[in-house]
Each structure stands twice: as C-alpha cells, then as structure tokens.
C-alpha cells in the first residue's frame, strides 16, 4: 500500500499590529544604543511629531532620560531602517501567504529575522520570478526527474532522463532533459536559506579581495599601481582601501573579485562540500553521484558565488562609505566649532600671483566696509606700494586681524603682511593664515551674489576669508558641507546619504553654540532647530523691516513662525541686550517659570542674578522641580544661569609658521616646525606646515602609545608641533611626525610593537598640491600624475579633490 504526505498546513498571514512593530523597534534599538526601550519610545514619539535631535537632546531629558545627541542620531538612523524592514516582513508574510506557502516553521522564521538579507533569504524560493531556466524545467515536467536522481544516486541518469525527452515539450534528448533537471537543482540549492546564510557568513570571513590591472591599462592607470596585483582579506581591509579598488574598477583600470580564502580552489572545494551537505550529497561511487556533484560544483561557482560576492562586495562599499562620511563628519565638526576670533575687525587677503591680492575689509560685526586689489608679486611686483595700501586701510577701519588665504602664493602674502606689521607696529596687527576651502564655491553661489550683487565674484572670496576668522561656524554654514573639503574619499559615496550625515553635523554644531537672532544670516538662522529656509528668511525680513528682536516672544509675528515651531528654535536662539535678560541664555522660554521660583527664592532680580555663581551653587535644586521640569531641566538652568550663552568652542589660537619655510624644497628631515591640522583620515592626519603641500602624520606617528582613531589624538584645527622625516620634491611628498624624538630614516618600534621605517611609514604619502581655494591641482595637459607606491597614497589623492 503506497501513502502519501499531505502538504503542510497554509497559514494565514498574520495581522501585527502597529504597537507590537514599535515594541519590537524599541527593544532593537535600545539594545544597540544601550537605553532602555521605554527611553526609545519616547524619543520615537518625540521625532514623529516633529521634533528635532538638537531639540529633544537639550530640552526634553526627562521624557527622554537624558539620551545624548549621538544615541539620538543613532537612533533616528536605526528607526527608518527598521521600519523598512518591517515594512518588508509584512510584505513578505502577505505574498508567501497569498501562494498557500506559509507553515509554522517558515513564518517563525521570517518573524525571528533581525535583517533585510536574511528577509530576502527566505522570501527567495517564494519569490515570483521571471522565466528562469529552471522555470522552464519544470514546465517541460523535468522536476520529477531532478527529484529521483537526488533521491536515489543508484539509478543511471541517462537511463532515467530517456524517458522525460519530449519534444513539443522542447526537451530533445536525454542530454537535454538532464540539463533542466540541473537547472532545477541548482536553484533550489541557491534558494536555500540556511545554506546561503552560512555561506555567506564564511565568505565574509574568509573572503579575500584580489585586484589586477587591466590588460593594457598599466600605464594609463599608474595611479593604482600598488594594486596591480593585490590581494586583502575582505574582513579587515580598510576603508580608504576598499573605496580605492572600487574606484579602480569604476574608472576600469582595475577588476576586482572576491575569491573564496587565499587559496581558491580549496575555497571552491569546502564551499562545494557545504552544499552537498546541505543537500543530502555524497560521492560514494553510484552511478548519479558524480552527476550530483557536478551540480553541486556549478551551483556553488555558477550561482551562490557570484551572487554572494556581489552582495558581499556592496555590503563592504556600504561599510566602507559609512566610514568615510564618520570621517568627513567628524572633520567638519571640528572645523565648524573651531574657536572664532570673535567681533574684531579683520583684513581678509585671498592671495594671487598674476591676478593680484584680493583684499576685502570687514567691521566687528562682519559687514564689509572696503575692498581693494593689490599686485605685489610678480609679474607686477608693485609691494612698496601694496603696503602702503594695506596700511591705509587698517588705519582706516582699526583692523586688529589679518587673514590670508592658504592657497597658491599665501607664503608670499604672509611675508607681504609681515612686513607691514615691522613698518607699522602701531597698528597692532595680528596675522593668521586661514583655510580657503570652499571660498569658490561660496564666491559663485547665488548667495553671494544675493549678499553681494555688486562685488565682483573674485572679492568675495576675500570677504569669506575675513568671515571665517571672526566665526567659522557661521561662514562655513554658507557653503554646501561636502565643497569645504575635510572628507575622505566624499566623492565615492553615496551622495544622499553623506548630504543626510554632514547636515546633522551641521544641524548639531549651530543648535550647540546658538545664534543671535538680530545679526544670523538667513543661511546660519536655517540651521536652527525647526526653521526651514523659508521661516529663516521670513525672521531676516522682518528684522529689516522692524528693526532688531526686543524678546523672543516677538518671533512668534514672524509669517510661518507659529507654535510648534517656536518650541523648537526659541531655546537655540539669543537675543543680546533685550527685554528679558534670559532671552540671552540658553534657557528655554518654557522654563522661564521655574527660574522665576529660583529668582523669588534668592530674593534678587534675574538680571543680577545671572553670572553670580556662588549663590546659585548654594541652591537646593530639588526644591524647584515639578511635574514638568526635573532634575536634569533645572541643574542645566542652574549652570546656564552661571555663564549665560557660554560658548562650547576653544579659545582662539594661530600657528605661526616658521620663517623663510615657504616651498617644498625649503624643507629638510629633522626640522620641528609648526602647524595646523587641516584634515583626519583613517590612517593619520594632514598638517599644513606653510608650504602649499600639507604633509601627512601616519596613525602610526600621532603618538608613542597606540592610536586606534587618529581624532582621539588630534582635531582639524588644532595646532601642532611636527618633525619632518621625509621630503620627497618630485612627488610632493612630505612625512611627518609627531614624536619629536623620531629620527629620520631609522627604524623603530611603533605603538603597536611592529617595526617600521620612518621614511616610508610615517607618512611618505602624496600630501596634496593646492591650488588658490585648497583644491588639489590637477596635472597640466600631456602631464600624467605622479605615480603612488604606498596603498595610503592612492586614499590620499582624493581626500581632498
């Protein structure tokens, strides 16, 4: 008596409601960011009504409890993904359950899965697909035959295939039907999703990336030559690493494949054995056994291999992108919160040889009260007669600051503004070289030209420079966050995605200084937590028409200005001498009660209460909290009350270069000299010593002790002592370090216990050659680049493009 087994049971697909999604969401994400799941539940709720990160870190740390700004841009990344995947997983359930598929065990699968991939894993063999081979197969009827054959290896496959040929079914032989009974096999055995989940694991693992020239590209592609044959491990090669292949290969010079472990055919031969396994496959000398494993072999090469190495080589681009936008974020943080010089007057000078200085001269307050063009370099060489323009000017407008453009002929002008400070001490100047990235950007925008309509393009760049000293912050938020040129490798990643990250970046930096509503720019205001361009300019009109803010009540009369928004911005924007003094403080207008309690208990005005921290430290805060504002409200009221509209950013300080140190060929190994950080990559930091190349401090030469993150050791902008270990004039290369006690060209013990030769490990790179903005120059027509021959330098070339 024959018996057969009914199909399992179909399940319904199941109804989720929306509170077990977010429950599920929150769990995750407290999980990753080390929170409590009631604390990403408020926070969730918190951004879907429109709050702001900047916002829900300062002001809302009791719903919260107190996640920081990182955990709650963590978080905000992490819930969009994860609601797109439960998105998926719904449609999934519906489509499985809709083909009568979806048994016990498979939806506890797809409920248990914790990412996309492994949704899609399991959604695979459920997939509606187009004609595949296979498909074909098994409208000819072929599937019974690639069943018995895996069933029973004793029977002869060519025997058994004879009696499936039929041809109106298209099958016209035995070699024919055996070839669909394959194609059946082999995209079952890639829909496997237990199997492709562990082989994908062991590829990630043990994968290793292996890169070749071109047949015939090994001149025009020199720039990659380090790669002309190389090989990594895809677990562990670096990030500047991997976006270089992948630049090699986008620009066709390079191919790049992932090979399975860095002996391939026992890669092959283990992978292959895995999915035999899988399969119920052995090689035990029967007639369908080689037959099978042959199958075996072209599902794991044919198919799972190149489909897992496709997936495994985005994953690591994905990885290595998100590493890059760390970087250029972290860069243009510390660039926006460098210490400002504050409301002095400065004499900005953006340097040029045969089109002349630009000179632009702007009061305490930033408005722009004189420009001027000077020609004291050649071919002109008028320089008696370029000081005495330059020092007419700051008489004129008590200019106490002067800053110079970094590019082409900056030395130069630096030497041009020393001399004007030995002629005329009595003017006090100081000088400061300042970095021109992105000033062209800003020249030609359509905000410059609405700030400036009558200035010529090529003043305005002098203007930005003169700005950028006064603050930074609110110059720099002028111009788009990739053009200012502190990334790595931002010109390979994903643009929407680096945009996103460097405008948090930015959102972050604004809302942690604040603004002053009555001299911000419509750029600097749009940046403020809940306005939008369009409100910034409204707060910009209104103040020309009425004059300055009194309070910042009155913003709420600003068109578009209305409550929620109000909730948002009020605490980040500062009012100086208004009607009410905490109008000037970081304190929320929300919170003004709870300092009307502290002001009735100490018994003196507001106003000399502020700044008088001995009778705030005797306070007991606890007798001020209430249901709304705790703890944590009213100590950040209490410390805000001590140094009102404190300012985060350092002191402000200016490296001096060392004299007669102007040009590469100036240099020598073994000089200590001075300078400013003006980039961080994964592997070491730029530094600007003074002649038009930034030289590079390998990871490896940031510090005697080990060095995980170049940023914990050094920021951009800070100012450094550095020894020179290596010049290279041909190539433009210049190595530094900042162990003073390194010597040039010995061999010592880095961090990490390893060796390595100072004239080449600690920073033989390329630095970059800029040209009048701080972009890399490009080579002459008929002039190839210059050839790297570290892996470091290939990430170099484009760190700042």
């Excluded at 077990?20 to 604390?39: D, G």
């Excluded at 990739?482 to 930015?506: E, F, T, W």
Aim: hydrophobic share 40%; glycine share 8%.
């Amino acid at each position: 008596m024959s018996s057969t087994t009914a199909a399992p049971e179909s399940l319904p697909a199941p109804v989720r409601s929306a509170a077990s999604i977010a429950a599920v969401i929150a769990e995750t994400i407290a999980a990753e960011i080390e929170a409590k799941p009631a604390q990403v539940r408020a926070a969730v709720e918190l951004l879907d009504e429109g709050a702001t990160v900047p916002f829900i870190a300062r002001y809302r740390k009791e719903v919260t409890g107190g996640l920081d700004d990182t955990q709650l841009r963590n978080l905000e990344t992490r819930l969009g993904y994860l609601r797109e995947m439960e998105d998926r997983r719904d449609a999934i359930l519906a489509s499985i359950a809709e083909q009568g598929k979806l048994t016990k065990a498979l939806l506890g699968d797809l409920l248990a899965a914790d990412s996309k991939s492994r949704l899609e894993d399991l959604y695979l063999p459920y997939k509606p697909k187009r004609r595949t081979k296979a498909q074909i197969a098994r409208e000819a009827g072929l599937e019974p035959l690639a069943d018995a054959i895996l069933a029973d290896p004793s029977i002869d496959p060519s025997e058994r295939a004879k009696a499936f040929v039929d041809a109106d079914k298209g099958v016209a032989d035995a070699v024919a039907a055996l070839d669909g009974a394959r194609a059946i096999l082999i995209e079952r055995f890639g829909e496997d999703a237990a199997l492709v989940g562990e082989l994908r694991t062991w590829l990630q693992q043990k994968g290793v990336l292996r890169a070749k020239v071109m047949p015939g590209k090994e001149h025009e592609g020199a720039k990659y030559r380090d790669y002309f044959d190389h090989s990594e491990p895809l677990s562990t090669i670096p990030s500047h690493r991997m976006l270089a292949l992948l630049r090699g290969r986008r620009e066709e010079m390079l191919s790049v494949d992932l090979e399975p472990t860095t002996d391939v055919e026992q890669g092959n031969a283990y992978a292959e054995g895995r999915v035999a396994l899988a399969a119920g496959i052995a090689a035990q000398g029967r007639p369908a056994d080689k037959w099978l494993t042959d199958t075996c072999r072209l599902a794991w090469r044919g198919r799972l291999l190149m489909t897992l190495s496709l997936e495994l080589v985005a994953a690591a681009r994905e990885k290595a992108e998100a590493e890059a936008i760390a970087v250029f974020g972290d860069n243009l943080k510390d660039l926006l919160l460098a210490a400002p010089a504050g409301p002095r007057s400065v004499l900005g000078l953006d340097p040029g040889l045969r089109t002349g200085v630009k000179v632009a001269v702007v009061d305490s307050t930033g408005k722009l009260v004189a420009t001027d063009t000077i020609y004291p370099h050649e071919p002109k060489r008028q320089w008696d007669a370029s000081i005495a323009t330059l020092r007419k000017l700051c008489a004129a407008h008590k200019v106490e600051l002067v800053a110079i453009g970094n590019g082409t002929a900056s030395r130069e002008t630096d030497k041009l503004a020393a001399e004007l400070m030995s002629k005329h001490p009595e003017l006090k100047l100081t000088k400061i070289m300042v970095s021109e990235a992105g000033a062209s950007v800003y020249s030609a925008s359509e905000l410059a030209a609405k700030e400036f309509p009558s200035l010529d393009v090529s003043l305005r760049g002098a203007v930005s420079i003169a700005r950028r000293l006064q603050d930074p912050l609110a110059e720099l938020v002028k111009i788009e966050p990739k053009a200012i040129g502190v990334g790595q490798y931002q010109h390979d990643v994903n643009p929407y995605a680096l945009a996103r990250s460097l405008d948090a970046r930015v959102e972050d930096c604004v809302n942690a200084v604040g603004v002053y509503v009555n001299t911000a720019s419509a750029p600097l205001l749009a940046r403020v937590s809940g306005l939008s361009s369009t409100v910034a300019e409204n707060i910009v009109a209104y103040r020309d028409q009425h004059g300055a803010f009194k309070s910042r009540r009155e913003l709420l009369k600003v068109p578009r200005l209305g409550d929620k928004t109000f909730e948002q911005c009020a605490g980040f924007l500062r009012i100086a001498d208004g009607d009410q003094p905490l109008d000037a403080s970081a304190v929320h207008p929300e919170a003004y009660p709870v300092v009307e309690r502290i002001v009735k208990a100490c018994g003196r005005p507001v106003a000399q209460l502020i700044g008088d921290a001995s009778a705030l430290r005797n306070l007991k805060l606890e007798d001020f909290t209430d249901e709304r504002f705790g703890l944590p409200t009213v100590r950040d009221i209490v410390k805000e009350l001590e140094k009102p509209g404190r300012d985060p950013r350092p002191e402000f300080k200016a490296a001096r270069f060392t004299d007669g140190i102007e040009t590469i060929a100036d240099l020598q190994p073994g000089m200590v000299l001075e300078g400013v950080v003006t980039n961080v990559a994964a592997f070491g930091a730029f530094v600007d010593v003074g002649v038009h190349q930034d030289g590079l401090v390998h990871i490896s030469a940031l510090s005697d002790k080990f060095v995980k993150d170049p940023r914990s050791v050094v920021k951009v902008g800070d100012v450094v002592k550095v020894k020179v270990m290596e010049v290279d004039v041909p190539r433009k290369r210049i190595g530094l370090s900042c162990r003073l006690d390194d010597v040039p060209g010995e061999t010592r013990k880095d961090a990490r216990g390893g060796q390595r030769d100072d004239a080449r490990g600690s920073g033989s790179a390329r630095p970059q050659s800029r040209d009048t903005r701080g972009a890399p120059q490009k080579p002459r027509p008929g002039q190839s680049a210059p050839p790297a021959n570290t892996a470091m330098a290939d990430a170099l070339r484009a760190l700042k493009r």
